[in-house]
């Protein structure tokens, strides 16, 4: 059973505003990552970490900043909203090392609005 | 680079009827396959993974895949389709040597289940 945890599930915000999605995981995993989501659409990696200070970019561009000071926990913060920023956000985990290593397990999401 | 195609963005069926996603990927060598399940409002819940044992891989709720790999692809069906397998289904890719574990995502299909 995958315990990742997502919290809000959903928020609507001003433009400009500041907001942190957070993200918890309780299996110890060691590789977290953050996808960005439009409805209908495919996932796109905008952040990943594999372990304790350890943060990367993703695949797609984002303005949205993310930290990873404990194992479990990976939240991901916009400073500054903007209506562009409306999207759901996934965040996911997998171990490391091993064939499982690349089985990730997702949150249930944070469905941004940003008016 | 990696991709991973799944034909058809929509895919209807009645009730009781065969149900066949299809994914087709690109990929230098053989790589780990999965595909997800991803009902209204929620994350993604893995359905079945391919990672060189067998090449017909069974699932949860019925569901099962084969790697085929003269034909690159990794098509998801199901004997009998059910109600409540009306969801939005993604295929992923992921390379053995990429040890960072990254996905890489179909543009998923919405599967829509006649009475």
């Known amino acids: 059973e995958a315990d990742i945890y997502q919290t809000p599930r959903y928020l609507v915000i001003g433009t400009g505003k500041k907001i942190t999605l957070e993200c918890s995981q309780t299996?110890?995993?060691?590789?977290m990552y953050w996808y960005q989501q439009d409805p209908g659409m495919e996932l796109h990696l905008i952040h990943y970490?594999?372990?304790?200070?350890?943060?990367e970019k993703g695949d797609l561009s984002s303005e949205s900043t993310v930290s990873r000071i404990r194992t479990e926990h990976f939240p991901l913060t916009l400073e500054s909203a903007r209506p562009s920023h409306t999207s759901q956000y996934l965040c996911?985990?997998?171990?490391?090392?091993?064939?499982?290593?690349?089985?990730?397990?997702f949150g249930p999401g944070t469905r941004l609005t940003v008016t | 680079a990696q991709s991973v195609t799944q034909l058809g963005s929509h895919v209807s069926v009645s009730e009781g009827a065969l149900v066949l996603l299809r994914c087709n990927y690109s990929?230098?060598?053989?790589?780990?396959l999965f595909w997800y399940v991803q009902y209204p409002n929620q994350g993604l819940q893995l359905l079945l993974k391919y990672t060189s044992a067998a090449t017909l891989v069974k699932g949860i709720n019925g569901f099962e895949a084969e790697f085929k790999k003269s034909e690159t692809s990794f098509h998801l069906t199901k004997p009998s389709a059910h109600m409540s397998d009306a969801a939005e289904y993604f295929c992923?890719?992921?390379?053995?040597?990429?040890?960072?574990?990254?996905?890489?995502f179909g543009q998923g299909t919405e599967l829509s289940v006649k009475p």
């Open positions: 990929s230098s060598v053989p790589p780990y």
């Open positions: 299996m110890g995993h060691d590789k």
């Open positions: 992923a890719v992921s390379e053995r040597q990429n040890q960072g574990g990254k996905l890489i």
């Open positions: 970490s594999y372990g304790v200070n350890s943060t």
């Open positions: 996911a985990s997998s171990e490391l090392g091993g064939s499982s290593s690349y089985e990730q397990y």
